[in-house]
């Protein structure tokens, strides 16, 4: 509404039809995954490097998850460090 308001119509028709183009394609995707017969019905193999991976990056982000005070610290001391380095 802010954007009516200020005189900007033509910005918000615009963002109206990108809304609508979104909603068709995520519709189509959902309609494809839930609605339609599978293509395919073998079962996915996976190779075993792959497999660890997989696992290695979820137990991070659980532990990420977990214990976000030593990240978040660590992710502001750099953001920090990067603008003292620039002032």
């Known amino acids: 509404m802010a ?4 005189g900007y119509v033509w910005l918000a028709l615009i963002a109206g ?3 609508v183009i979104s909603l068709y394609y995520y519709l189509m995707v959902v309609k494809r995954i839930y609605v339609d017969a599978p293509r395919h019905t073998s079962a996915i193999i996976v190779p075993r490097g792959i497999q ?3 696992i290695a990056a979820i137990i991070g982000i659980v ?3 977990i214990f976000q005070g030593p990240f978040l610290d660590a992710a502001m001391a750099a953001v920090n460090g990067m603008y003292l380095a620039h002032l």
Do not use: Y
Request: no cysteine; hydrophobic share 70%; proline share 0%.
């Open 63 to 65: 532990v990420i998850g």
């Open 3 to 6: 954007v009516i308001k200020s």
């Open 52 to 54: 660890l991976l997989l």
């Open 17 to 19: 039809v990108n809304i």
